[in-house]
């Protein structure tokens, strides 16, 4: 347990912090002088004022180590990443892409095997489904345009990257599972993530395929139609 002397009163950091209290402070802007007071107030269940008037050293001091240790990770229990459904990863996709800020409920609310009180765990847990989730994206790299020596995608301009685009990409890819017909999108966005991702793969291959062919036939056309 970390001691922290402020104002000649010496306080105890607690060992852990609850993902509430994250919420709180993460949403703060750390560079204000004007919150190190909340901050420390957020992590000892004080009222902000009590640290007011303390030297801004010790104010730094305070604030720093308790951003730190919210930021550490600790091992627990997850759900089985590789059985969720597609439309659960899209869910989850569009999640991340909006901001763990914004999102942590969410996410865990999909992610956790039981409610998450603590940040170091739900900080875990969220760290492993992104590299789920990376990992997939690579395994899937033909499908998403993944370029396999740099891990982005082709052809997309960062700062075109929104999420909004996003979601509304998703969401044709699965309006086009299922032929354009809204009483089977349950159907498709039900389906298992790698199932589905595999289906995918193997119709853009054909699709591709498809293209190559009626290019090479275009051609040969031409060819023959120039040698008379």
């Given amino acids: 347990m970390i001691k922290l002397k402020l104002n000649h009163r010496t306080y ?12 709180e402070v993460v949403r703060m802007d750390m560079e204000d002088p004007d919150n190190w007071p909340k901050i420390l107030g957020i992590a000892l269940n004080k ?3 009590t640290f007011a008037k303390v030297e801004e050293d010790s104010l730094i001091l305070g604030a720093s180590l308790v951003i730190s240790e919210m930021a550490k990770r600790k ?5 089985d990443f ?3 459904s ?4 899209v869910d989850l996709d569009i999640a991340m892409i909006n901001g763990m800020e914004k999102n942590i409920d969410t996410l865990l609310g999909e992610l956790s095997t039981s409610e998450v009180e603590y940040i170091d765990e739900a900080l875990y847990i969220i760290d492993e489904y992104a590299n789920f989730r990376i990992s997939t994206y690579r395994s899937y790299a033909g499908l998403f345009g993944i370029n396999q020596k740099t891990g ?5 301009d960062p700062e075109e990257y929104d999420a909004n685009k996003i979601a509304k990409g998703w969401y044709k890819v699965l309006v086009d599972l299922a032929d354009n017909d809204i009483m089977k999108l349950d159907q498709v966005t039900e389906q298992p993530l790698y199932k589905a991702l595999t289906f995918m793969s193997l119709r853009k291959e054909r699709m591709l395929e498809e293209q190559q062919r009626q290019l ?3 051609r040969q056309h031409e060819l ?5």
Avoid: A, M
């Avoid at 607690?14 to 209290?21: A, C, D, G, W």
């Avoid at 982005?152 to 997309?156: A, N």
């Fill in 47 to 49: 009222h902000w004022y």
């Fill in 75 to 79: 091992k627990c229990k997850h759900k």
């Fill in 224 to 228: 023959s139609r120039n040698r008379k």
């Fill in 12 to 23: 105890k950091l607690p060992k852990r912090y609850t993902v509430s209290q994250w919420k």
């Fill in 152 to 156: 982005k995608q082709e052809d997309v």
């Fill in 82 to 84: 590789t059985k969720i």
């Fill in 216 to 218: 090479k036939q275009k």
């Fill in 86 to 89: 597609l439309g659960q990863f």
